[in-house]
């Protein structure tokens, strides 16, 4: 199967500070990486859509200079939360496509990221 | 736009209770459409699909059969064990419709008590 992993599965930061999350597929290339936000009540905010290379497509409603993204390589795209502040403590999932499932669409999601903001 | 209405919850079940979640969709293509599951803690993890009308997506003893007419993939068990205790989540996929985005219900929450 396709494998997906995030790190760090959970980070404590003081507000102000900045703090970089991975996301990484582990067996094959992913030409697409999404960042998703997860809200208490389980509900799954799309924030923004990478692709190798170029920048990144953020949804309605996201700040692009807030939370940046970079997708340098074919297997790794990074999430960087800028002087974070305790709104945005929040578990963060990224997700990736695989080439031979783009007629499909599936996903494979990363274990997530919990983001605590003192 | 493409939406994803499921069930809300919380469902809380006994083990070997039959199990329902409700699933429907709008497109304006031909999605591919999807049930994750996300356990206690942890990133979301692929139950099953299916791909086109008429497709029965099957595991770990779930289905879920796409039905055009009445566009709906409801999530079905015959019996719910504890480990099934998770919150599920309906999704569609619209690639040939232009985008690639996964579109998500708002999660169904199972509790399954012993």
């Known amino acids: 199967g396709a494998v997906v992993s995030q790190h760090p599965s959970w980070v404590i930061c003081k507000s102000g500070t900045s703090v970089k999350i991975e996301c990484r597929s582990l067996d094959f290339q992913a030409t697409t990486m999404f960042w998703y936000r997860q809200f208490p009540k389980q509900s799954l905010m799309l924030m923004a859509t990478?692709?190798?290379?170029?920048?990144?497509?953020?949804e309605q409603g996201v700040e692009k200079d807030k939370f940046l993204i970079n997708h340098a390589s074919l297997t790794l795209s990074t999430l960087t939360v800028t002087s974070a502040h305790p709104e945005d403590s929040s578990f963060y999932i990224c997700?990736?496509?695989?080439?031979?499932?783009?007629?499909?669409?599936?996903?494979?999601f990363g274990e997530g990221s919990r983001l605590t903001v003192l | 736009g493409n939406s994803v209405t499921q069930m809300e919850g919380p469902v809380t079940l006994s083990e070997e209770a039959f199990l329902t979640i409700n699933c429907t969709y709008t497109?304006?293509?031909?999605?591919?459409l999807f049930w994750y599951v996300q356990y206690p803690g942890e990133g979301l993890q692929l139950l099953l699909k299916?791909?086109?009308?008429?497709d029965k997506g099957s595991n770990k003893g779930f289905e879920a059969t796409y039905r055009k007419e009445t566009t709906s993939f409801h999530l079905e068990k015959g019996s719910v064990q504890v480990s099934d205790s998770a919150v599920y989540f309906c999704a569609l996929s619209d690639p040939q419709g232009g985008s690639e985005k996964l579109v998500f219900g708002k999660g169904t929450k199972l509790t399954v008590n012993p």
């Open positions: 497109a304006t293509g031909y999605p591919s």
């Open positions: 299916a791909t086109k009308a008429d």
């Open positions: 990478s692709n190798e290379g170029s920048k990144a497509t953020y």
């Open positions: 997700s990736a496509n695989r080439l031979r499932d783009m007629h499909t669409g599936e996903l494979f």
